[in-house]
């Protein structure tokens, strides 16, 4: 069986959709049609050796359509070693996007991972990780979902390897600043060899230090391989800072040891060892810190990924067999017991029990499953033991989409990093340059003055940071996603997070999102001489038969109040009427007036029983038993039990909510009375929705679009914010922009809360980042002491360095407490 997707031309409403998949089901060899309105594209499974894809496209082609074949275009995310901040991410991204052949590229300095989309037949993926590999950077294996725990792995390995670099450096760098600075602090005496005294021993006090400041120098070797390959490449980055700074400190250093050698002792208060020294211990402390914590931004990732199984339970020729989850196929049988995990998506065949699935759905609630239903993969089995046919496995299940969902979109970037992306280009060169032109003009100003100049230098060069600006974005992003799937929130990308922040309109459609999308019997009315128990059993009866909705809902509360059904002897459906039965003892008439009155049946006293529930958008269902009324049974699409809480959260964030249904005015206004909405828009058919959304957007209004099936994708599309419901159609789920897993309005105020504090977290990020910058910079260059205020030391500067971007990462973290507000106000949202 070959599936193929093509992209399609032409189509205008939902009923061309209806219309290419009602045409290629009647080719031979066609398995499954699936048309998707909103993005234009044809998915169909069909039998190769009964089918060519030629005939499929002559097929569309002849109703007034075109199918196209799309470009064949693969998308890796390849993780890279070596990358040290934004100005090596954008380097990446630079040189990829130049590549003949890649479409797409985005480098992400927070996950450390580049996502790009390329023509396999211009350029080979070999050919995309050479092009890394030239410009100083490890491209490293191509991760899947199964190779988590390796990525762990080598995660924890770098930590460690960094903690032991920073040990390492430490212990030579703290002698080695006790040795240059105890001479120097005249208020305290501190302990010191005499043999060490500078104004004594000056050479041997100098080589004690130059001996101390090469190990160091050496165990941050990477700092001067990547930093000057770089800067030789024209592209210098935070290492090159780093690396020319020390190297100045280190260099003029040396130089002053050969000048001791000689004999000129007083170069011996020139020596600045320390500072290159104490700067790579430092910076190398701030990697560690910030290594843990971006690991710690991915923690939602690495628990969806640690929810699935090892092993699975199959049974073959009647024996139960274990093996690796991988080795699932379609169509196992799949056993598991009380208390084991879902290994696979699938179908119970046999047996009764409850699945605990908060872990994807956020539902806390575990929900009863028996033959028919469907289990999900990584969801517990809490009570009974259940035998399922698998349906999907490996990167097809539930579990596999929502985690390569989140990962898409911790991987995307929001329109709000754009001004640190441009930054981020031009920042080391510019920094490089004013660390220049503060050196010479304080050169110049102190009338040669090399010490004084090159602490200007090195301290502009040192304390300039670009990792702060690069993780500002995608750290928040990545925890604010992440958060969002802890909390049965899916949301696809960066834009979309930003967006949801300014919506100011929700349009909510009706059926199966405000109610349940299933009619429910509300009330049973008998007239005299029959109890509701006797009338809702002799209508089920009746209806067993009934393909309608509305007698559907009649059997189905019948059974759940346990009633005693009778099999019908003879049964008719009336179209656009309702049924007729005979049953051993009756004949039942159930169905709308006209069919009341067709057969001279006056239901009159109960006439205002029936125009009270039309008030209340409920349908009444009058029954009739050998020619006399019996009663009425009132069926409505019932609003679901959050519905009115919801609506009530949204309206006091400030929001305009609007409901929106195909309905009559009358049932539409019953129905927005019961929940609190006073703009409705009734009458509306499918294909209008999206024209009703565009309308509100022409009135200046960011309209979010909260729907559930595939009449209202086109809706979902239009919206500057299409949100769907988990429970619905494939189709309304790939055209939305967010999902909600739990299909729970209350999840609609979550997502917009979390989108607000996402970026409330994201601009507190580049405040901080440019802030940072923009003050750090000048004092490092000597703004303060040309006004008579302090010099800052290099050694300082790299500690400030450091700290600015753990601060970021510690303040991206604070969003792993977000916890949605419950009876929240507009202030407290936007404060």
Known sequence: MEKKTMLLHGMTCAACAQRIEKTLRKLPGIAQVNVNLASEKLFVDYDEEALTPAEIRDAVAKIGYEAVEPPIVQTVTIPIGGMTCAACSTRVEKALHKLEGVTAASVNLATEKAQVTYDPQSIRLSGVREAITKLGYQPLTVQKHGEADAARVRKQQEIRNLW????????????????????????????????????????????????????VMGIGYQFYTIGFRALWQRSPNMDSLIAVGTSAAFLYSLYNVFQ??????????????????????????????????????????????????????????????EIPIEEVEIGDTVLVRPGGKIPVDGLVLEGHTAIDESMLTGESMPVDKHAGDTVYAASINTTGTVRFRAQKVGEDTALAQIIRLVEDAQGSKAPIAKLADVVSGFFVPVVVAIALLAGIAWFIGTGGDVTFSLTIFISVLVIACPCALGLATPTAIMVGTGKGAEHGILVKGGEALETAHKIDTIVLDKTGTITKGKPTVTDVIPVEGYDANTLLAMAASAEIGSEHPLGQAIVAQARERGLALEQAIAFTAITGRGIQATLQAQTILAGNRKLMDENGLSFATLQEVTNALAEEGKTPMFIAVDGKPAGIIAVADVVKPSSQEAIQRLQNMGLQVVMITGDNERTAAAIARKVGITHVLAEVLPQDKASEVKKLQAQGRKVAMVGDGINDAPALAQADIGIAIGSGTDVAIESADIVLMRSDLL??????????????????????????????????????????????????????????????????????????TMKSTKTSEEG
């Not at 030579?172 to 240059?180: E, K, M, Q, R, V």
């Not at 914590?293 to 991915?298: E, M």
């Open 747 to 820: 999840d609609v105020p979550t997502a917009i809360q979390l989108s607000k504090r996402t970026i409330r977290n994201i601009k507190q990020n580049l405040f901080w980042a440019f802030g940072y910058n923009v003050i750090g910079i000048p004092i490092a260059a000597g703004v303060l002491h040309l006004f008579g205020g302090p010099l800052l030391n290099p050694m300082f500067a790299a500690a400030a360095m450091s700290l600015s971007s753990v601060s970021v990462l510690t303040n991206a973290l604070r969003l792993k407490r977000f916890k949605p």
């Open 260 to 321: 001791i050698a000689a004999g000129h002792f007083a170069a011996v208060d020139a020596l600045y060892f320390e500072t290159a020294g104490v700067i790579i211990t430092l910076i190398l402390l701030g990697k560690t810190l910030e290594a843990v914590s971006k690991g710690r931004t991915g923690d939602a990732i690495k628990k969806l990924m640690g929810l699935a199984p090892k092993t699975a339970t199959i049974l073959q020729n009647g024996a139960e067999i």
């Open 164 to 215: 032991m670099k920073f040990i390492f450096a430490a212990v030579f760098s703290f002698p080695l600043l006790y040795i240059a600075m105890a001479p120097m602090i005249g208020f305290v005496r501190l302990p010191f060899p005499a043999s060490l005294e500078p104004m004594r021993y000056p050479l041997l006090f100098s080589l004690v230090q130059l001996m101390l400041v090469l190990p």
